[in-house]
């Protein structure tokens, strides 16, 4: 069954995006059930909620019974698109959900995601991915379709070559994607999951109580259901799942380089990754930070909520007071008002309040996780020093953002990234803090479990573990004239 169509009106575009004003924003989260007897649309609802972070534009779920594919999406956050009524109509025994934020195609219903694709055999597919490819405008010729929303094209691809299976047409057409992708996608019968051979994206697998399968983005969707973790989707695997459980088949050799930020920004503290914890690796990055970046101040405060767990670790190393200095207000969301200048201007303040009785007269030393565009820094700085705030020194756990992400992060020019063309302190002088440092590479990559071979820094490094067309570093070399806004 083709889509149903919005059962809700589209929104208008808003004015703050994502969670966080200055962020990279990651573009989405996926989750698949198979599970026979269970309630698979609201066990998907539950995982998709855990995911929210990874997305809030839109969110979809597709669900069979083994003999119909129905999906419902539409644009919103988990809660506005679903309702009980909505979820009990979303019947079966396997399902795929999704929650977006576009890197790739306009904002709209149209790209929302599961995608649904009939194919040649009189069935259909759904289809949820995580990541970006690289290689979009070469395969959209091969369809005869234009360019533009890559889980599109590659469910187009997929329904196209499913003659004897999916899994079948999973392991053809992998092989020829180029890029980032962790990818959940259903037939009628049976569920998949495959990752890219590098395996830039997350991907895992867990076992319900009674026997089912779930695979997430993230460890946190299969807490919440009550899930255990059993194992990740390998780099250049393909999952089935069906009757008779699960079995594996290899669509590439390993080249695992999977993406450094997700350690730093993108994951939830509560997820589990390659044998070690964000939280504390977060934590870790807090205390090298220290080391490499001590500061005579009185107090550590967290822009919240990405900066706490590195904040803490700071102070833990530094010997400093931690306090709450910043205060977000949990009910601003997704604001929809016309976005102009200086309703632009007022959103930080719409988000994040000082508490003058902690940073009053105190010099400080303020813990983040990135510097996009610098913009939200500058504002912040700014707003703490009308607070009263005697000196503000900001600590960044990541290193200089110079290069743009081709992988499923969306800062994909160097217009907006204001570490491609200043030096540090360049960036602190238009910032207006005290002091500005950076965590190293080696820094940050010494918090995290892996070795430096197995991790993409390529947004801090410049080296693209997945070669780039040409299109796409000819538009990485737009430079963006930073005085201008000084």
């Known amino acids: 069954m083709a889509d149903p169509g919005p059962a809700r009106g589209t929104p208008p575009a808003d004015l703050l995006g994502g969670d966080e004003l200055d962020s990279p924003k990651d573009e ?22 855990a995911l929210q972070h990874r997305g809030q534009e839109a969110a979809g779920i597709a669900a069979s019974s083994g003999r119909r594919i ?29 929650c977006r934020y576009s890197t790739t195609g306009a904002s709209s219903w149209v ?20 990541g970006n490819l690289v290689n979009t405008a070469e395969l959209a010729r091969e369809l005869d379709v234009p360019s533009g929303n890559d889980s599109e094209i590659m469910a187009s691809l997929l ?33 998949h999951a495959f990752r890219d051979p590098n395996g830039v994206r997350p991907l895992q697998i867990g076992r319900l109580p009674a026997g089912g399968w779930v695979v997430a983005s993230e460890t946190a969707a299969l807490d919440i259901v009550g899930a255990v973790f059993v194992r990740d989707v390998a780099p250049g695997e ?100 016309q976005p102009t200048q200086s309703l632009r201007q007022l959103g930080i303040k719409l988000k994040l309040s000082p508490v003058r009785e902690i940073v009053e007269g105190r010099r400080l030393v303020v813990v983040d ?53 200043l030096e540090v302190e360049e960036i602190r002088d238009f910032i207006g803090c005290d002091s500005l440092h950076y965590i190293s590479l080696n820094g940050l990559i010494a918090s995290t479990p892996h070795q430096r071979e197995k991790l993409c820094t390529a947004c801090f490094s410049g080296e693209y573990p997945i070669p780039v067309p040409g299109e796409h570093e000819q538009l990485a070399q737009i430079k963006f004239d930073f005085s201008e806004t000084m």
């Not at 506005?80 to 079966?92: I, M, N, P, S």
């Not at 790209?111 to 995580?130: D, K, S, V």
Request: glycine fraction near 10%; charged fraction near 20%.
């Open 369 to 421: 996780d990135s510097i996009v565009r610098g913009n939200t820094a500058r504002q912040l700085v700014a707003m703490l020093r009308e607070a009263g705030a005697a000196e503000v020194h900001l600590r960044i756990t990541s290193p200089p953002i110079k290069h743009p992400c081709y992988y499923g992060i969306d800062m994909a020019t160097r217009a907006e990234l204001v570490g491609a063309d």
């Open 70 to 98: 129905v999906v419902h999406k539409d644009m919103g956050l988990v809660n506005q698109v679903f309702t009980d009524t909505g979820l009990a109509a979303l019947e079966g025994h396997l399902s795929v959900g999704h």
């Open 159 to 191: 329904a196209r070559d499913v003659d004897v299976s999916l899994e079948e047409a999973i392991v053809r057409t992998a092989p020829r994607l180029k890029g980032a992708f962790s990818v959940i996608v259903m037939d009628e019968q049976r569920l």
């Open 238 to 337: 393909v999952v089935t799942i069906d009757e008779n459980g699960l079995h594996s088949r290899r669509f590439a050799p390993p080249n695992p380089t999977f993406c450094l930020f997700e350690w730093v920004y993108l994951a939830r503290p509560d997820h589990r990754q390659d044998g070690g914890s964000v939280l504390y690796a977060r934590r870790s990055m807090g205390r090298q930070l220290a080391r490499e970046a001590p500061v005579d101040a009185d107090i550590v405060i967290p822009v919240p909520e990405a900066g706490r767990d590195a904040a803490a670790g700071y102070a833990a190393e530094s010997g400093l007071p931690f306090a709450d200095g910043l205060v977000k207000n949990r009910y601003v969301g997704r604001t929809f008002i």
């Open 111 to 130: 790209n929302a995601q599961p995608q649904y694709r009939e194919t040649p055999t009189g069935g259909g597919l759904a289809l949820g991915h995580n």
């Open 28 to 49: 989405c989260g996926v989750f698949g059930v198979f599970a026979p007897g269970e309630d698979v649309a609201r066990l998907t609802f539950f995982g998709l909620y």
